[in-house]
T-cell receptor, first 113, second 109 residues
Framework: GAVVSQHPSRVICKSGTSVKIECRSL??????MFWYRQFPKQSLMLMAT?????????EQGVEKDKFLINHASLTLSTLTVTSAHPEDSSFYIC?????????FGPGTRLTVL | RKEVEQDPGPFNVPEGATVAFNCTYS??????FFWYRQDCRKEPKLLMS???SGNEDGRFTAQLNRASQYISLLIRDSKLSDSATYLC??????????FGAGTRLTVKP
């Protein structure tokens, strides 16, 4: 069964709005979760590392004020895309580590009109 | 230079063929290595871990050469269901995974 869930699976929004994506670890605690972005026909690119109880660590070139990450509990991390624009349209995937294996959520497809 | 480099393909092979994918990584301190499979519009799923001693899982064989910083995946007797993108993944430590761009495989009848 699923180990990591994401919600929503798909979202379409207007330019300028904010979108929140949830990532949950199921039946295990994840002090660290990872957020990736994947554009069509490209590989996953790590955006940030989400740390429970502390600030996220962002990869170079990722705007922390645009992509807000909150890891308020051991089973939930959220990514908020603020003031979304069409160029933010992408497939967003989170992951968490359990027993030395990385499990990925099913992904959230964001389309900004 | 990219941290993980793969031949993007695509590889178009007939059923039953043997196909090999290669991958190189730049960080010599990388700790562990994997091949993931990603189907279209789906999340990546672990195919197999890669060890220096080489490991085999059915039709799939993975190999790691730490000295050359090179990883390979061999698929024997290809099936239609093997069609997917294969991602070479390197763990830098603490779960910080770096992905190659992926190699697309299409197996045709």
């Amino acid at each position: 069964g699923a180990v990591v869930s994401q919600h929503p699976s798909r979202v379409i929004c207007k330019s300028g709005t904010s979108v929140k994506i949830e990532c949950r670890s199921l039946d295990f605690q994840a002090t660290t979760m990872f957020w990736y972005r994947q554009f069509p026909k490209q590989s996953l690119m790590l955006m940030a590392t989400s740390n429970e109880g502390s600030k996220a660590t962002y990869e170079q070139g990722v705007e922390k004020d645009k992509f807000l990450i909150n890891h308020a509990s051991l089973t939930l991390s959220t990514l908020t895309v603020t003031s979304a624009h069409p160029e933010d349209s992408s497939f967003y995937i989170c992951s968490a580590n359990r027993d030395h294996e990385q499990f990925f959520g099913p992904g959230t497809r964001l389309t900004v009109l | 230079r990219k941290e993980v480099e793969q031949d993007p393909g695509p590889f178009n092979v007939p059923e039953g063929a043997t196909v090999a994918f290669n991958c190189t990584y730049s960080n010599s301190a990388s700790q562990s290595f994997f091949w993931y499979r990603q189907d279209c519009r789906k999340e990546p799923k672990l195919l197999m871990s890669v060890y220096s001693s080489g490991n085999e899982d059915g039709r799939f064989t993975a190999q790691l050469n730490r000295a050359s910083q090179y990883i390979s995946l061999l698929i024997r007797d290809s099936k239609l269901s093997d069609s997917a993108t294969y991602l070479c993944v390197v763990n830098k430590g603490s779960g910080d995974m770096r992905f190659g761009a992926g190699t697309r495989l299409t197996v045709k009848p």
